[in-house]
Nanobody, 125 residues
Framework: QLQLVESGGGLVQPGGSLRLSCTTS????????IGWFRQSPGKEREGVSC????????NYADSVKGRFTISRDNAKNTVYLQMNSLKPEDTGVYYC??????????????????WGKGTLVTVSS
């Protein structure tokens, strides 16, 4: 089964930073829009950010705008999520997911084709 692999999670103090990575050895991500999602304890999984296959289009949830930055390096087959000014409410399991299509600029959670198993981010003092 084709799967993505997330890394970079961990424990960080409020105001700190983390960079998450998403990659796979199973297929090239060049033709896929990539989304980052998170699931906090007791809550449903929600979209955090999305980047188009070329990297030319990005979007963010209101709760992370100005603090998180999504980017991709297709040569490394990797997508990143730089998270700054982290808050306790950012705590959760972060998942990346891929959706086939060069014209995709949004990442609806129900439309994603492949998922990773997630990486845990804990923001706490």
């Amino acid at each position: 089964q084709l799967q993505l692999v997330e890394s970079g999670g961990g424990l960080v103090q409020p105001g700190g930073s983390l960079r998450l990575s998403c990659t796979t050895s199973a297929f090239t991500l060049d033709y896929y829009a990539i989304g980052w999602f998170r699931q906090s304890p007791g809550k449903e999984r929600e979209g955090v950010s999305c980047i188009s296959s070329s990297g030319g289009s990005t979007n963010y949830a209101d709760s992370v705008k100005g603090r998180f930055t999504i980017s991709r390096d297709n040569a490394k087959n990797t997508v990143y999520l730089q998270m700054n000014s982290l808050k306790p409410e950012d705590t959760g399991v972060y998942y990346c997911a891929a959706m086939y299509g060069r014209d995709r600029t949004r990442c609806p959670i129900d439309a994603m084709h492949y998922w990773g198993k997630g990486t845990l981010v804990t923001v706490s003092s």
